[in-house]
């Protein structure tokens, strides 16, 4: 078993739409969590960093983590076609080094 | 803010030949440094990850090399590339075990 698991898609979806993206983990030592959006041919952007259990909000994104599930998500309000992107999870516990687990990404189509 | 510096963007080498893959990073003292590979469907694998000059830990055994000359330069190396050394290699940065790690644009390596 991977110790993250993402859904790898593709998700399509029209424009103005909420989306839903998710991953699970089975390692209880992670304690921080990152969403990044890598588009085609360029490196990861970080887009949302969380500790806690919880939400945190930017803009029309929201980063949800509930500990207790081993479970992280990542909501995008009224989702636009530069949106489209392939968005890993990622996560650590404490550490010197940070060392990062990541998902395997999901790929995300917002169509008009 | 961070700026890290990925060079070049795009190589075509042919097995057996050598590689030298360059990442340095501006507006950061002292950073961790790490070099990923990215291939399609399997998320970054982390191969190299460095808390110092000279200072390199090695994730999985692999025909690749790192070195930290510098403070904010990391070079990944290689004497003789093989044909499953292809793939898309990223640069990271993170400042402490408490930030986030920022990547490069990046360097798709093909191998002939």
């Known amino acids: 078993q991977k110790e993250v698991e993402q859904d790898p898609g593709p998700l399509s979806v029209p424009e103005g739409a909420i989306v839903s993206l998710n991953c699970t983990y089975s390692?209880?030592?992670?304690?921080?969590f990152m969403w990044y959006r890598q588009y085609s041919r360029k490196g990861p952007e970080l887009l949302m960093y969380t500790y806690s259990s919880g939400n945190k909000e930017d803009g029309r994104f929201t980063a949800q983590v509930d500990k207790s599930s081993k479970y992280i998500s990542l909501f995008i309000r009224d989702s636009q076609p530069s949106d489209s992107a392939t968005y890993l999870c990622?996560?650590?516990?404490?550490?010197?080094?940070?060392?990062?687990?990541f998902g395997t990404g999901t790929r995300l189509q917002v169509t008009l | 803010s961070q700026t890290i510096h990925q060079w070049p963007a795009t190589l075509v080498q042919p097995v057996g030949s050598p590689l030298s893959l360059e990442c340095t990073v501006e507006g950061t003292s002292n950073p961790n440094l790490y070099w990923y590979r990215q291939a399609a469907g399997r998320g970054l694998q982390l191969l190299f990850y460095s808390v110092g000059i000279g200072q390199i830990s090695s994730e999985v055994p692999q025909n690749l090399s790192a070195s930290r000359p510098q403070d904010r330069q990391f070079i990944l190396s290689s004497k003789k590339l093989l044909l499953s050394d292809s793939g898309f290699y990223l640069c990271?940065?993170?400042?402490?075990?408490?930030?986030?790690?920022?990547f490069g644009d990046g360097t798709r390596l093909s191998i002939l």
């Open positions: 990271a940065c993170g400042q402490s075990s408490n930030q986030p790690q920022h």
């Open positions: 390692n209880s030592a992670f304690q921080y």
């Open positions: 990622a996560m650590r516990h404490t550490g010197t080094a940070s060392k990062l687990t």
